[in-house]
């Protein structure tokens, strides 16, 4: 099946430090890529969806300046935490659907933020 | 606003007993729907999901589903549970293939050998 790919899987960093997290798929096009954030024993929240060669349309409460979302390519999207506070601190997945209609998304596994 | 709602938090059940989680979305019309499990420090994976047909959907690892449209329900089964399966479980929807998909809050699922 089709497969995501997220780097890094863990990342620790000082407050007030920016982070970015890559998201690839690996063997399919992915017009469109989600960002969600999912807190520890809680859901996934979606933050924003990423669409190819445009800009990201962010959910209600996500701060677009704070989470830097550009999805350069059908395979590549990253999001970049800016100026990352502890609050910040959280599990980052992403997800991409493939450019046929129809398509499941498929998740990444995740990257694990910690600001200290 | 679209919304997936799941009725049990956190389930405990013994080996071999049968689980039933129930979801229930508030999409009217086409709807694609999924279940995922995340086992402990693990990723998300499918088990099963449904966009058309058939509204009874087998999954792996013996899981199944029922789409019950004039209930707005999808509900994830199995007959017999395993200490395997202890994780958490998320239902999740959205409208059309090209729409971004929302996640119900997870029922945490503990099986007792």
């Known amino acids: 099946g089709a497969v995501v790919s997220q780097h890094p899987s863990r990342v620790i960093c000082k407050s007030g430090t920016s982070v970015k997290i890559e998201c690839r798929s690996l063997?399919?096009?992915?017009?469109?890529m989600f960002w969600y954030r999912q807190f520890p024993k809680q859901s996934l929240m979606l933050m924003a969806t990423?669409?190819?060669?445009?800009?990201?349309?962010?959910e209600q409460g996500v701060e677009k300046d704070k989470f830097l979302i550009n999805h350069a390519s059908l395979t590549l999207s990253t999001l970049t935490v800016t100026s990352a506070h502890p609050e910040d601190s959280s599990f980052y997945i992403c997800s991409a659907r493939d450019v046929f209609p129809g398509e499941t998304q498929y998740f990444g596994p995740g990257t694990r933020l910690l600001v200290l | 606003a679209q919304s997936v709602s799941q009725h049990n938090h956190h389930v405990i059940l013994s080996e071999a007993a049968s689980l039933e989680l129930g979801c229930n979305y508030s999409?009217?019309?086409?709807?694609?729907l999924f279940w995922y499990v995340q086992y402990p420090g693990q990723h998300l994976q499918l088990l099963l999901k449904y966009f058309s047909g058939d509204p009874l959907v087998k999954g792996i690892k013996g899981f199944e589903a029922e789409f019950i449209k004039s209930k707005f329900s999808f509900n994830l089964r199995k007959p017999s549970v395993q200490w395997s399966d202890t994780a958490e479980y998320f239902c999740?929807?959205?409208?059309?293939?090209?729409?971004?998909?929302?996640f119900g809050p997870g029922t945490s699922l503990s099986v007792i050998p």
């Open positions: 999740a929807g959205r409208k059309t293939s090209y729409d971004k998909v929302i």
């Open positions: 999409y009217g019309g086409t709807v694609n």
């Open positions: 990423s669409n190819e060669g445009s800009k990201a349309t962010y």
């Open positions: 063997d399919f096009q992915a017009t469109t």
